[in-house]
């Protein structure tokens, strides 16, 4: 066993660890009664849904207003998906996690066994 692949395992499990950490705070915002009226339901549902009326309205069909609605229309969309991304990558750092910290056990055998 090189002290280089436990050092790198080591990091590896260090930054699974953050991942999940910031996927389980994302679950406890998800959960949180301020963070669901104000973002979840307000921002991500309820604004999403006004733009896309607000788009549709004869007084903002000027190439200028149909920009600034689209350009929020994709910033709902961008933070969405950033809070996705977050729980799909504290999802895969888990599984990481458990094989990494595998990876540490096999290695420390073998070293038993060689040595």
Same mark, same amino acid.
């Given at each position: 066993?090189?002290?280089?692949?436990?050092q790198?395992i080591? /990091?590896? &499990?260090?930054n %699974?660890k /953050? $991942? &999940?950490d910031i996927?389980? $705070?994302? @679950? !406890?915002? !998800?959960?949180? !009664?301020? #963070? /669901?009226?104000? &973002?979840? *339901?307000?921002?991500?549902?309820? @604004? %999403?849904?006004r733009l896309?009326?607000?788009k549709?309205?004869?007084? #903002?069909?000027?190439?200028? !207003?149909? %920009?600034?609605?689209?350009? *929020? &229309?994709?910033?709902?969309?961008?933070?969405s998906?950033?809070?996705?991304?977050l729980?799909s990558f504290s $999802?895969?750092?888990? /599984?990481?996690? *458990?094989?990494d910290?595998?990876?540490?056990?096999?290695?420390?055998e @073998? @070293?038993?066994n060689?040595?």
């Amino acid at each position: 066993m090189s002290n280089e692949q436990v050092q790198a395992i080591e /990091k590896s &499990i260090r930054n %699974a660890k /953050k $991942a &999940i950490d910031i996927g389980a $705070a994302v @679950e !406890r915002l !998800r959960n949180n !009664r301020d #963070f /669901k009226a104000v &973002i979840l *339901d307000g921002y991500l549902e309820q @604004e %999403a849904i006004r733009l896309v009326h607000v788009k549709a309205a004869p007084e #903002f069909q000027s190439p200028e !207003r149909q %920009a600034a609605v689209m350009r *929020d &229309i994709d910033s709902i969309g961008a933070l969405s998906g950033y809070l996705n991304n977050l729980i799909s990558f504290s $999802a895969m750092a888990s /599984k990481q996690l *458990d094989s990494d910290q595998e990876e540490l056990v096999h290695l420390a055998e @073998e @070293e038993l066994n060689n040595g």
